[in-house]
T-cell receptor, first 112, second 114 residues
């Protein structure tokens, strides 16, 4: 069974600053995906970024980037130039065969 | 806009009752997964349907059951509701089985059991 651990229940960052959210996972699978999802108060899960485990290059999507350390089973999310609209719950997730295993989430608050 | 729609958005039921939640998958998606998200927690996988057959189940009792229809829409049924069943229920659809990279979520159904 896979497990996903997010050790930061809450984080705060000032607008325009950079913040890094941590995630570790455990699995015996060799082929999988890793994801960061954002869940605003509207409740809808929004995909922020994904990483294929077989790719060594870290994924980037505009202001969002990951630091994927496969041997350490670590998958952190860096948000650059934070914006007020980034305020939300962020979930790290492990995916295989369409099934997702989520962490407990990190609540990110972006302040002025 | 993902195209996955769930109904109803909110629901209040009494302990012991039965409930049916509905999900319309995104056009062309033949795989639907259901998740339960308790307050303050991450979503937990309930089960998955692929072309009308159950394909994988999480650690949930048999009173949680589902269906997938020929148009790939899906239902989640919960019998003998318990207070702990109060949660946000999320549906996610994928283009095909094994396509974990392309799961799109609906807005969820908030179920409250009193």
């Amino acid at each position: 069974a896979q497990t996903v651990t997010q050790s930061q229940p809450e984080m705060s960052v000032q607008e325009a600053e950079t913040v890094t959210l941590s995630c570790t996972y455990d699995t015996s699978e060799s082929n999988y995906y890793l994801f960061w999802y954002k869940q605003p108060p509207s409740r809808q899960m929004i995909l922020v970024i994904r990483q294929e485990a077989y790719k060594q290059q870290n994924a980037t999507e505009n202001r969002f980037s990951v630091n994927f350390q496969k041997a350490a089973k670590s998958f952190s999310l860096k948000i650059s130039d934070s914006q007020l609209g980034d305020t939300a719950m962020y979930f790290c997730a492990f995916g295989t065969a369409s099934k997702l295993t989520f962490g407990t989430g990190t609540r990110l608050q972006v302040t002025l | 806009e993902t195209g996955v729609t769930q109904s109803p958005t909110h629901l209040i039921k009494t302990r012991g009752q039965q409930v049916t939640l509905r999900c319309s998958s995104q056009s062309g998606h033949n795989t639907v997964s259901w998740y339960q998200q308790a307050l303050g927690q991450g979503p937990q996988f309930i089960f998955q349907y692929y072309r009308e057959e159950e394909n994988g189940r999480g650690n949930f009792p048999p009173r949680f059951s589902g269906l997938q229809f020929p148009n790939y829409s899906s239902e989640l049924n919960v019998n003998a509701l318990e207070l702990d069943d109060s949660a946000l229920y999320l549906c996610a659809s994928s283009l095909s089985l094994g396509d974990a990279a392309e799961a799109f979520f609906g807005q969820g159904t908030r179920l409250t059991v009193v």
